[in-house]
């Protein structure tokens, strides 16, 4: 395969760049491509023709004297050079947001929105409880809750959709700061009068032995559990399967069967006594972590920044309460 020649190397010569190109609409319009993965449809998105997308790209990279985008049969994604490009514009619009709060909060933190993207347990009840607690302090600030798979929840902070990121996560990810983290180990969920439910602990191989309410194959949790029963050669073949945590949650409550989840998600359903969670001792199920997660680099604008610190803090009191430490001797 050739390799795209710039117009520097042909020539030896550089045109001065217009700077202004990385302000104007042509720097939107290679977002938009950058999201819908083709010209056609960010067109679409955008309401303009293709023609209109593709000529303000073509300027873009003939301003910056390089190609910005992999064209494909069946869409276009950027190369290293494109995601440099898209990394600066999120920046660059992030911090522009950030300006304009702060300029709105110059008299105290009186306003300003909190986006926030998490996964379906942390988004459920989790969440809506501490923003409940933050807000009576500052009562101005907005939030925006919205639920994402596991997986798209660090993207969604990359592409500057979300503030914060709440998740769980099995190994580092590219582009983000960890403002807090800690083990998140998966529990075996079950009625309080199943035959396990008195159990310190258990291991998969005893779990397995009962019904299982198993989350969807494409999520991570089910994921986990299918290559940790391989390995130990069980079978874990489920009565009920869903896409959503709390249908299997209720399915579980009300039958002997057997679902899996953090703690963290749980705890108002445990403290109502409808359900018991029981730690497991397989190692593979205690590598998960929860994590809270922002755009690497980028200076949080000052309701986000105190949100976050208020968010730390109220996970902190919460595992002191949950596992309070032993008496001194």
């Known amino acids: 395969m050739n390799t795209p020649v710039s117009r520097t190397a042909r020539t030896g010569a550089r045109k001065p760049m217009n700077q202004r190109v990385l302000q104007e609409v042509a720097l939107r319009y290679f977002m938009e491509v950058v999201r819908a993965g083709s010209v056609t449809e960010a067109a679409t998105r955008l309401d303009v023709a293709p023609s209109a997308v593709s000529r303000q790209i073509g300027r873009l990279e003939r301003e910056l004297d390089t190609l910005l985008f ?10 290293a050079a494109g995601e440099l490009l898209a990394a600066h514009a999120r920046r660059a619009w992030l911090d522009a947001e950030r300006v304009s709060e702060e300029i709105l909060g110059l008299r105290g933190l009186r306003t300003g929105e909190v986006r926030i993207a998490a996964t379906e347990g942390f988004a459920h009840e989790f969440l809506p409880s501490i923003v409940v607690q933050f807000q009576k302090q500052w009562p101005g600030i907005h939030f925006a809750i919205d639920m994402y798979v596991q997986a ?84 874990c073949d489920a009565v009920i399967t869903s896409n959503h945590l709390y249908p299997l949650i209720n399915y579980v409550s009300e039958s002997q069967a057997i679902t899996f989840c953090g703690e963290a998600t749980l705890r108002k ?49 919460e595992e002191r309460l949950a596992h309070p430490a032993p008496p001194a001797r």
Do not use: W
């Open 70 to 79: 992999e064209r494909k049969a069946r869409g276009m994604t950027p190369n």
């Open 152 to 235: 798209d929840v660090a993207r969604s902070v990359r592409d500057g959709e979300a503030d914060i990121g709440v998740t769980v996560s099995l190994s580092s990810e590219r582009g983000l700061n960890v403002e807090h983290r800690h083990p998140s180990p998966i529990m075996a969920v079950m009625a309080p009068d199943h035959p396990l439910a008195t159990r310190r602990m258990v291991s998969l191989a005893q779990v397995t032995a009962y019904p299982l309410a198993l989350p969807a194959k494409a999520s991570t949790l089910r994921q986990l559990l299918d290559i940790s029963c391989s390995r130990q050669g069980l079978q």
């Open 269 to 317: 359903r445990l403290a109502d006594g409808r359900i018991t969670a029981v730690p497991l001792r397989d190692r593979e199920m205690n590598e998960r972590h929860f994590e809270v997660q922002t755009l690497a680099g980028r200076h949080l604008p000052e309701a986000v920044r105190t949100f976050v610190n208020f968010l730390r803090e109220q996970i902190m009191e």
